[in-house]
């Protein structure tokens, strides 16, 4: 059989090389890939960028791909896989109306208040002034959300009243997170939607989950580290490092989550009669009392939590993601995980999440995999050498029998690799060590 992966970060990577991992899977293209997945074996790119719908469903078809696997939100809440099923082209992801999930805050708010899955407190506007009314109202500290995708930079939890009317008057000003679906905003004439909400305290966890619409999994769930610095300082970033499982994510707290969040949201999307198969990702916040609350949905795989989980997968992938697209999840076996824990560290390059350079030589990697580590590719690739080409350059990674050991692993992998301004953090999966 052969895949195709949409993207082109360490989540299609680590993608790529786990559906290879199965003999059923004789081929991985990845559109259109990078440093990571043009060098591994069974593997190649294709130059189609992700919203090459067009390309993507043409190249499928000449190529007798079994199946599309997308790995980023915007072809997602672009309508991707409305466009490739219409060619009878099998995709993994939901429809573009299932993506509003991730899409559009403001309408995974209302689901989730439809369904009665736990979240913040929260109350969306079109327009600045009531908006910053509201907030003077509410008191801070306070989140300001921008509605629609912002990558990374929609989000401002404000420690001062000042803080939220300045993000408030930023995202209009910019249209952040600007609508680029039909999202039904409350106000047509305004393009430029935020959500204001409760601010939450406790420890983050995600839960990644299977569904083809109707039954639903959850993976195993992982903590990301968002911030760009130690101890979880400075501003957020695309992520900096995971591992996987959390144990923050208790058996009972687990069974919780499929109960109240998991099974709730594709019981309302049936009924909104939303045909969603792919991966609904929880993010979460676990308060001190153990009280457990939604503080975003995904609709795709998350990065680089995908490093840290896919390593654990015993369970053929292309099997579950088969099974999801022909809506027959029910009927599979439980899904099987290796024990231990794994351990992502993502390498970045020096500014990031600011303005970083690129192009820079990257050494080591052979070296640091012959420790047993894998090193997926985020931002890289061939320029006669292997180069940086962006923000997260490497995510390495680690299995060991537990999290120390897998964190000691991983770190001795990271310690071979060099590039000129290498940056990582040092404390990645510290919360889960005793
Ligand atoms: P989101 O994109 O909604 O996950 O937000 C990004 C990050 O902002 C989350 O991972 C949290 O760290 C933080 N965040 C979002 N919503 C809240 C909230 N209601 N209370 C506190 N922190 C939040
Ligand atoms: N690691 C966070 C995300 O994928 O959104």
Not at 252 to 264: A, G, K, Q, Y
Request: proline share 6%.
């Amino acid at each position: 059989m052969k895949i195709l992966v949409v993207g082109n970060g360490g989540r299609e990577h680590a993608l790529a090389w786990k559906l290879l991992q199965s003999p059923q899977v004789e081929q991985v293209f990845v559109a259109p890939g990078n440093g990571g997945t043009a060098i591994m074996e069974k593997c190649q790119n294709v130059p189609l960028a992700v919203d090459d719908f067009a390309g993507i469903g043409s190249f499928a078809q000449k190529n007798n791909i079994s199946l599309v696997v997308v790995g980023p939100e915007v072809p997602l809440a672009l309508g991707i896989t409305d466009a490739l099923q219409s060619q009878n082209i099998p995709v993994f992801g939901p429809s573009k109306v299932g993506a509003q999930i991730e899409a559009s805050k403001a309408w995974a708010k209302a689901l989730m208040e439809e369904a009665g899955i736990p979240t913040a407190k929260s109350a969306t506007f079109t327009d600045a002034e009531t908006a910053k009314a509201y907030v003077t109202q509410q008191g801070a500290p306070i989140v300001v959300k921008a509605d629609g995708l912002a990558a990374g930079k929609g989000v401002i939890v404000a420690q001062t009243l000042e803080e939220a009317q300045t993000a408030i008057t930023t995202i209009f000003k910019e249209g952040i997170g600007k609508s680029i679906t039909q999202s039904p905003v409350p106000n047509p004439q305004s393009p430029v939607t935020v959500v204001i909400e409760e601010c939450l305290i406790g420890e983050e966890a995600s839960v990644l989950a299977l569904t083809d619409g109707v039954t639903i999994r959850p993976l195993i769930p992982a903590q990301d580290h968002k911030r760009i610095g130690e101890g979880d300082t400075g501003p957020n970033t695309g992520g900096m490092g995971a591992y996987a499982p959390a144990p923050l994510v208790t058996p009972s707290l687990m069974e919780r989550i499929e109960r109240e969040v998991l099974e709730r949201a594709i019981a309302t999307l049936q009924k909104r009669q939303i045909d969603y198969r792919g991966v609904l990702y929880a993010g979460l916040m676990i308060s001190p009392q153990g009280e457990l609350k939604v503080l975003e949905f995904n609709c795709r795989f998350g990065d680089p939590e995908t490093q840290a989980v896919l390593p654990m997968l015993e369970t053929p992938l292309e099997e579950l993601m088969l099974a999801c697209v022909e809506q027959r999840l029910a009927e599979m076996p439980p899904i099987s995980w290796k024990s231990g824990a794994c351990v992502c560290v993502v390498m970045s390059s020096s500014g990031y999440p600011g303005d970083y350079p690129k192009g820079k030589e990257i050494t080591g990697i052979s070296s640091a995999e012959s420790t047993g580590a894998v090193v997926f590719h985020a931002g890289t690739k061939f320029d006669q050498t292997l180069v940086t080409d962006g923000g997260r350059v490497l995510g390495v990674t680690a299995i060991g029998d537990n999290i120390s050991s897998a964190k000691a692993l991983a770190y001795k992998a990271v310690d071979r690799i060099q590039f000129a301004g290498a940056y990582y953090r040092r404390d990645i999966s510290n919360k889960a060590i005793p």
